[in-house]
């Protein structure tokens, strides 16, 4: 089968479309014939060298993955041959074929095409977990009354999904973008766009709160914002930090962070066991498709490319233009 690796650590030039083994599901598993997979700042960093697959992991880029269902493995009675899925993975969704825990796969949402799909898992399970299961935002909207977030990166896959979902949960939500084209990407979704190049989040945050802050911060920024996003942060509130584009250290003022009772948190999903992971799809199963199948939640798909050009997608996500997803489709006739 063909699969993207990377022949050495670099820019999008150094991924290589390779001849793989086809992998066969083991117990729990099952085998899935992909229709398309997503990209994610994930694939940069491992393409860079920063963020090797987990222990044991195939070395194949992907962390999502939809396609049909081609075989199960022992003991998986819940998924049939032929079902139309979509797969959280540690790895191996740039290929024709990926195999996967069961129990981190769900059905495509209705509304929502097959090539769509690969868009969704690895963006809601982080955004989901994050907010819902780590930083205490409800999954019901009237637990979020006058509740308020801010997301950066709005016009991103996480950013705008975040937004979304947030918007469809009650909070009032504020993203940061760096451009206008973008805050209008964001302003189009219900959210209040604050352009960084241009503006100050935090007096933004200041001032449209009457002083009060924000309850909840999705950081993809780290280290430069980390006393800005303190600042920004209202009584009790917490933040959750899912990347460090700005940089890994930063300073923090433990006397406001202990004023204000704050709540700092950084996570990573990639090497979370399966069981984990398993919970985390079944809170989005309950909370996030019904959204998406409704049409509450999007799916923004910015461009799809085909997997043979896999190196002008990396280039394109590395532009930073993309408002929404980055997507790979596989070849028509797909190998053994």
Do not use: W
């Amino acid at each position: 089968m063909k699969a993207v690796v990377e022949k050495e650590h670099g820019d999008a030039g150094v991924l290589e479309i390779t001849e793989q083994q086809r992998p066969t599901p083991q117990a729990g598993q099952i085998l899935i014939k992909v229709m398309a997979a997503g990209l994610n700042r994930a694939d940069v960093l491992q393409r860079q060298g920063h963020y090797p697959p987990p222990a044991g992991e195939s070395s194949v880029y992907g962390l999502e993955a939809s396609g049909v269902v081609e075989e199960i493995g022992e003991g998986v009675h819940a998924i049939s041959p032929g079902q139309e899925v979509m797969a959280l993975l540690a790895s191996g969704g740039y290929a024709e074929y990926v195999a996967v825990d069961a129990r981190q796969t769900l059905p495509v949402p209705h509304g929502v095409s097959l090539v769509e799909a690969a868009g969704i898992p690895e963006v809601v399970a982080t955004v989901y977990s994050n907010l819902c299961m780590v930083a205490g935002v409800g999954e019901d909207p009237a637990d979020n009354q006058g509740k308020s977030i801010l997301i950066h990166g709005g016009s991103g896959g996480i950013g705008a999904h975040a937004i979304e979902l947030c918007v469809a949960l009650g909070l009032r939500v504020f993203a940061t973008a760096s451009t206008a084209q973008k805050c209008d990407f964001i302003r189009s979704m219900g959210a209040h766009p604050i352009n960084y190049r241009d503006e100050d989040f935090v007096e933004v945050i200041e001032r449209e709160t009457d002083g009060a802050g924000v309850n909840y911060i999705l950081d993809v920024v780290g280290g430069s914002y980390l006393d800005a996003n303190t600042r920004a942060l209202a009584v009790e509130g917490a933040m959750v930090t899912i990347a460090v584009q700005g940089g890994a250290k930063g300073e923090l003022n433990m006397a406001r962070m202990m004023q204000k009772r704050l709540s700092l948190h950084g996570r990573t999903l990639r090497a979370q066991s399966a069981h984990a992971k398993a919970e985390v799809m079944q809170g989005v199963q309950r909370v996030v498709v019904p959204l998406i199948s409704s049409g509450a939640v999007s799916v923004h798909v910015d461009r799809v490319f085909d997997l043979d050009d896999v190196a002008s997608a990396h280039e394109y996500f590395d532009s930073g233009q993309h408002t929404g997803k980055v997507l790979l489709k596989m070849s028509e006739g797909i190998s053994s």
